[in-house]
């Protein structure tokens, strides 16, 4: 299993732009990446999943560059109820599900 | 948009009491999970679920889980002897079948939080 690293936290304002960076130097060719939101006493919400170059959705983008050893989550123009912890995962798209591990996670903090 | 429910939503209970945790996964998905998440601390994948039988578990379940899918929308986590570390937030997922991937995107539930005295 490839392992993350991400930052413990960040803190931005609102109205700004939010890149999130994680390493994965170790992800294997069958690896995605996937990226989750929690909100205090929720469970974790899938934000948005790519294998390379840049995939955008109506919440978030996802950049892997071309060795796909990192990741950015980049959240346009973030408000306060952006704040909460966001999760990089790295999982097979052929392996078993339980070979998805959480992290700590990445706390961001939104202030006005 | 279909989402996956859990109850209680909170739920007290005795050491050495038995619960019953309930789920109703979105319709269409055949895959189903538990995860925990003690307070404070990372979420930890508990055990998958498929075709009415366990897929994977890891090694927090133990003899005293077990998981059941009774009827065509319910599924549920059975602690059979509550101890005090076993309060936790549970959180149910569920995600369509496409092999029980590890990529395939899991839909959790909003969590029930247990707490035992």
């Known amino acids: 299993l490839a392992k993350t690293t991400q930052p413990i936290s960040m803190d931005s304002y609102e109205g700004q732009e939010v890149n999130i960076t994680c390493s994965h130097n170790?992800?294997?060719?069958?690896?995605?990446i996937t990226w989750y939101q929690q909100f205090p006493s929720q469970g974790p919400r899938f934000i948005i999943q790519g294998y390379k170059t840049k995939v955008t959705n109506e919440v978030a983008s996802l950049f892997i560059p071309a060795d796909r050893k990192s990741s950015t989550l980049s959240l346009p123009r973030v408000s306060l109820s952006d704040t909460a912890v966001y999760y990089c995962?790295?999982?097979?798209?052929?392996?078993?599900?339980?070979?998805?591990?959480f992290g700590s996670g990445t706390r961001l903090s939104i202030r006005p | 948009e279909p989402e996956v429910t859990q109850t209680p939503s909170h739920q007290v209970t005795q050491m050495g009491q038995e619960v019953i945790l309930r789920c109703v996964p979105i319709s269409n998905h055949l895959y189903f999970y538990w995860y925990r998440q003690i307070l404070g601390q990372k979420v930890e994948f508990l055990v998958s679920?498929?075709?009415?039988?366990?897929?994977?578990k890891s090694e927090i379940f133990d003899d005293q889980f077990s998981v059941e899918r009774p009827d065509g929308s319910n599924f549920t986590l059975k602690i059979r002897s509550t101890k005090l570390e076993d309060s936790a937030m549970y959180f149910c997922a569920s995600s369509e079948n496409r092999g029980g991937r590890a990529a395939d995107t899991q839909y959790f539930g909003p969590g029930t939080r247990l707490t035992v005295l």
């Open positions: 679920f498929y075709n009415n039988e366990i897929s994977e």
């Open positions: 170790n992800i294997a060719t069958n690896d995605y």
């Open positions: 995962l790295v999982a097979s798209g052929y392996s078993s599900a339980s070979k998805i591990i």
